[in-house]
């Protein structure tokens, strides 16, 4: 499903962001992806979207090179993929409905599936109440589980969230990861970007540990930790 072999992201100043790293995902798999503020979580996680592209290396999404697709194949990318930005990314000039809505008004979706496909996403979160809030109006929950909503709305077979707790309290972030396990449960793969040590806590998922751009550690806590060669 995601394949990383020897993947490096170079930034502009010669800043080494992810250094050969490798790794797979299987199909309908959940894991976590930890390390310290700047260890390169959010550019993987980009990486994987081809929102960045890596200076070497290969990335592979469903089997297909994401780092050699031209910009026109990008969009057909994406419907299969869920992303929450950890800086939220939404639209306080619209509802909650209309911020949900704006991925399949992209894609050019029927009006009327739509709309049922908005409020199917918006009830899987808790927020089918709130439709016609404007999200300003929502509390930092309320706001996550909105980003949740819209990234779920094409019914994605991938979901990717760079740091979907980071600043709620623990109660929140309980039901958070609740509702991601619930879509484990039906078969969409979930990789997922935290150092939140409250989620990671008797966690039984896998976890790739990063440091300084490198993978440190892959392992599922119980087992011997498998450490980077």
Same mark, same amino acid.
């Given at each position: 499903?995601?394949?990383?072999?020897?993947? $490096? =992201?170079?930034?502009?100043?010669?800043?080494?962001?992810? =250094?050969?790293?490798?790794? #797979?995902?299987?199909?309908?798999?959940?894991?976590?992806?930890?390390?310290?503020?700047?260890?390169?979580?959010?550019?993987?996680?980009?990486?994987? %979207?081809?929102? #960045?592209?890596? !200076?070497?290396?290969?990335?592979?999404?469903? !089997?297909? !090179?994401?780092? %050699?697709?031209?910009?026109?194949?990008?969009?057909?990318?994406?419907?299969?993929? *869920?992303?929450?930005?950890?800086?939220?990314?939404?639209?306080? /000039?619209?509802?909650?409905?209309?911020?949900?809505?704006?991925?399949?008004?992209? $894609?050019?979706?029927?009006?009327?599936?739509?709309?049922?496909?908005?409020?199917?996403?918006? /009830?899987?979160? *808790?927020?089918?109440?709130?439709?016609?809030? !404007?999200?300003?109006?929502?509390? *930092?929950? &309320?706001?996550?589980?909105? $980003?949740?909503?819209?990234?779920?709305?094409?019914?994605?077979?991938?979901?990717? %969230?760079?740091?979907?707790?980071?600043?709620?309290?623990?109660?929140?972030?309980?039901?958070?990861?609740?509702?991601?396990?619930?879509?484990?449960?039906?078969?969409?793969?979930?990789?997922?970007?935290?150092?939140?040590?409250?989620?990671?806590?008797?966690?039984? &998922?896998?976890?790739?540990?990063? =440091?300084?751009?490198?993978?440190?550690?892959?392992?599922?806590?119980?087992?011997?930790?498998?450490? =980077?060669?």
């Amino acid at each position: 499903m995601i394949s990383f072999n020897q993947v $490096c =992201k170079r930034y502009p100043g010669g800043f080494d962001v992810l =250094k050969q790293v490798t790794f #797979e995902l299987a199909k309908g798999e959940m894991a976590f992806l930890t390390g310290h503020s700047g260890a390169g979580k959010s550019t993987l996680l980009k990486l994987i %979207a081809a929102i #960045e592209r890596p !200076n070497s290396g290969s990335v592979l999404v469903n !089997n297909q !090179n994401v780092s %050699a697709l031209k910009g026109a194949a990008l969009p057909y990318l994406r419907r299969n993929l *869920g992303i929450i930005f950890q800086d939220h990314k939404l639209l306080f /000039d619209r509802n909650v409905f209309d911020n949900v809505l704006l991925p399949l008004q992209i $894609c050019e979706f029927d009006h009327k599936e739509s709309g049922k496909r908005v409020r199917a996403a918006l /009830d899987k979160v *808790g927020l089918l109440g709130r439709e016609k809030a !404007n999200p300003v109006a929502l509390s *930092g929950g &309320e706001q996550q589980r909105l $980003c949740i909503a819209r990234a779920i709305v094409n019914r994605p077979t991938i979901l990717l %969230a760079d740091e979907p707790t980071g600043n709620l309290d623990a109660e929140y972030a309980a039901e958070i990861m609740s509702i991601f396990k619930s879509f484990h449960q039906v078969g969409v793969t979930l990789l997922i970007s935290t150092h939140d040590a409250g989620v990671l806590r008797n966690s039984p &998922e896998r976890m790739i540990e990063l =440091k300084l751009g490198e993978i440190q550690a892959d392992f599922k806590p119980g087992t011997i930790e498998k450490e =980077k060669e």
